[in-house]
Nanobody, 126 residues
Framework: QVQLVESGGGLVQAGGSLRLSCAAS????????VGWYRQNLGKARELVAV???????MCVSSVKGRCTISRDNAKNTVYLQINNLQPEDTADYYC????????????????????WGQGTQVTVSP
């Protein structure tokens, strides 16, 4: 089973950028759909971005225009970059493999199927 390790989080001022990494072992990520999620204490985990096995990508509306999801197959890693970070982006960020069904920007589903890692914390100060 694929093991995922997230990294790259930290403390950043509003307006800054971060690139988060999702490194995999035990399986190759390029044959999987991969989703990035975020979660705040007491709230449900929410999907942020997806990259398909065919390299189609989607960023949800809350980060659209500020988000880039990409993969480096040689490093077996998927990246999530968010620019112009805002305090509301503060959260723990997680990645997972799964199944992505996309019909439109308002009609899609990502069903995670792997084990959740420890996540990486992003804190955005005003």
């Amino acid at each position: 089973q694929v093991q995922l390790v997230e990294s790259g989080g930290g403390l950043v001022q509003a307006g800054g950028s971060l690139r988060l990494s999702c490194a995999a072992s035990g399986s190759t990520l390029n044959t999987n759909d991969v989703g990035w999620y975020r979660q705040n204490l007491g709230k449900a985990r929410e999907l942020v971005a997806v990259i398909s096995s065919g390299d189609s990508t989607m960023c949800v509306s809350s980060v659209k225009g500020r988000c880039t999801i990409s993969r480096d197959n040689a490093k077996n890693t998927v990246y999530l970059q968010i620019n112009n970070l805002q305090p509301e982006d503060t959260a723990d960020y997680y990645c997972n493999v799964g199944l992505w069904k996309y019909y439109s920007d308002y009609d899609y589903v990502f069903i995670p199927s792997g084990s959740w890692g420890q996540g990486t914390q992003v804190t955005v100060s005003p």
